[in-house]
């Protein structure tokens, strides 16, 4: 029965080919919009996770100022470099410490010159950050505790000020200081909030703070734990570290804020998955909207074919036979409607993902879901004209002109 339904339904279809065409594209459009965007945002909660774990899976920002909401801090007393000093002293369990502060400012080198950012800090920066040599050399310890006029620069850097040239010995100046180009580091890329990492200078922290800044501020100290260490036991460290070097009582609240790079991921991944599952939602609307097409075309079919359903009644055609015929229209209608939006789906994605600059994630229970969605839009729109044929007198629809 369901395989002479089929039939008859592909032979109605064929007969009104553009119909059939024009009924599937909403079907099409619902589909494909779902993948698209889902795929999309996978690929967006990948990229983040991805950038944030190349800094560190161990990795916590201490940050003055009480956290007042997400990227927000309200104001407080900067740290000094004794405060990062203490925390490498004082706090077991930790790979790497170091102090960071930073400013905007111009770097000039000859008749060149760039709007760039300034990154004063320690040698181990470098490690915390998953900063690698693409030329030269870091600073060293030792050029880090004199104050030495050394720097290391970004791709973005070396492109704007010095071209195709090598920059490895070349000095170039920023405001008073005029240092010494010693490395370059590896293009990283975009963040996952859309900053370019690569416009970068990085100084020693003393030579920042003499001869830029212009006083003993820290900004943020960044801390690597051990691999194996407890990232937890290490925030309650500092934490309890930090309230004694900042003379805080029982009764007062922190006025500085420990991050770990977890818990960033973590929020920014929950972000993310819900804007996909949004949007998704929002997209999916589209398949109501065919599913409403398809059950106009088919009641508009209904009228058409009345005098063809009263004549297979009268010769015996049972009730729930017409409503499989024509309730099996509506399934192949969407059901084309889905895999041909599928094929569109993924091809869309896999070019946008490219130009987007996203991996590529592929989702067989997405696509399984969009095909089943289709299909099930056209057994719920496809009743009403189904039924409705299927309830016809057959003498009135034989009479009818």
């Given at each position: 029965m369901i395989g002479n339904a089929l039939l008859l339904a592909l032979r109605a279809l064929r007969r009104n080919v553009m119909r059939s065409i024009l009924t599937m594209l909403g079907i099409i459009i619902g589909v494909a919009a779902v993948i698209i965007l889902v795929t999309l945002g996978s690929g967006a909660t990948r990229k983040v996770t991805e950038q944030i774990a190349s800094l560190g899976s161990n990795l916590l920002m201490v940050t003055p100022g009480k956290r007042m909401g997400p990227g927000q801090s309200s104001g407080a007393a900067p740290f000094r470099l004794a405060d990062a000093e203490a925390i490498a002293r004082d706090v077991p369990s930790l790979a790497a410490v170091a102090p960071v502060s930073s400013r905007s400012t111009t770097a000039i080198y000859a008749n060149e010159n760039w709007s760039t950012t300034v990154t004063g800090t320690?040698?181990?920066?470098?490690?915390?950050?998953?900063?690698?040599?693409?030329?030269?050399?870091?600073?060293?310890?030792?050029?880090?505790?004199?104050?030495?006029?050394?720097?290391?620069?970004?791709?973005?850097?070396?492109?704007?000020?010095?071209?195709?040239?090598?920059?490895?010995?070349?000095?170039?100046?920023?405001?008073?200081?005029?240092?010494?180009?010693?490395?370059?580091?590896?293009?990283?890329?975009?963040?996952?909030?859309?900053?370019?990492?690569?416009?970068?200078?990085?100084?020693?922290?003393?030579?920042?703070?003499?001869?830029?800044?212009?006083?003993?501020?820290?900004?943020?100290?960044?801390?690597?734990?051990?691999?194996?260490?407890?990232?937890?036991?290490?925030?309650?460290?500092?934490?309890?570290?930090m309230r004694v070097r900042r003379h805080l009582s029982s009764t007062q609240d922190d006025n500085f804020n420990v991050m770990d790079m977890k818990e960033i991921a973590t929020m920014l991944s929950g972000t993310t998955q819900m804007m996909t599952m949004l949007l998704g939602a929002v997209a999916a609307v589209s398949l109501l909207v065919g599913g409403i097409g398809i059950m106009n075309i088919m009641l508009v079919s209904v009228t058409e074919r009345t005098r063809e359903i009263g004549t297979r009644l009268a010769i015996g055609a049972l009730e729930r036979e017409v409503l499989l015929q024509f309730l099996v229209e509506a399934v192949v209608l969407s059901s084309f409607g889905g895999l041909i939006g599928i094929v569109l789906a993924l091809v869309t994605s896999a070019a946008l993902a490219g130009i987007l600059q996203v991996p590529f994630v592929f989702s067989a229970p997405t696509v399984i879901i969009g095909f089943v969605f289709s299909a099930a839009v056209g057994v719920i729109f496809g009743y009403v004209p189904a039924h409705k044929a299927a309830r016809l007198d057959p003498i009135e629809a034989l009479r009818h002109e």
């Open positions: 320690s040698e181990q920066y470098f490690t915390l950050s998953n900063r690698q040599m693409q030329e030269g050399r870091t600073f060293t310890a030792a050029e880090a505790r004199s104050g030495a006029a050394v720097c290391v620069i970004g791709e973005t850097v070396r492109e704007k000020l010095f071209g195709r040239q090598n920059p490895i010995g070349s000095r170039l100046r920023l405001q008073k200081l005029s240092c010494e180009v010693v490395g370059l580091i590896r293009s990283k890329g975009q963040s996952s909030m859309g900053a370019d990492q690569d416009d970068i200078i990085v100084v020693p922290l003393r030579t920042f703070q003499r001869r830029i800044a212009g006083n003993d501020d820290v900004s943020m100290i960044q801390v690597s734990a051990m691999d194996g260490a407890s990232t937890d036991r290490v925030k309650r460290d500092i934490n309890r570290l």
